[in-house]
């Protein structure tokens, strides 16, 4: 319950931080859509994309067409704290 009471508190790039990190594959990628992250987040795609697009231009992710790669996960869990 706690965790759920925290997830409640987190900002979206929190969130989304957090979904990126536990949906990684071994090779730190996540083959996703936009649209799929969207659903899972319970918002819009333009709005993950505009958080994908700040989580990028920190350095911590590159994207692709259906992935997204983690490029500095220990950045991606400092934004959980």
Not at 9 to 20: I, K
């Amino acid at each position: 319950m706690n965790e759920v009471e925290q997830l409640h508190g987190w900002t979206l790039s929190q969130r989304l931080a957090n979904f990126l990190l536990n949906r990684a594959s071994d090779d730190n990628e996540v083959t996703m859509t936009q649209q799929e992250i969207a659903g899972h987040l319970g918002n819009s795609r333009e709005v993950v994309a505009r958080v994908l697009g700040e989580l990028s231009k920190k350095r911590l992710i590159t994207t692709g067409r259906g992935k997204i790669c983690l490029t500095n996960t220990a950045g991606l869990a400092s934004l959980l704290s």
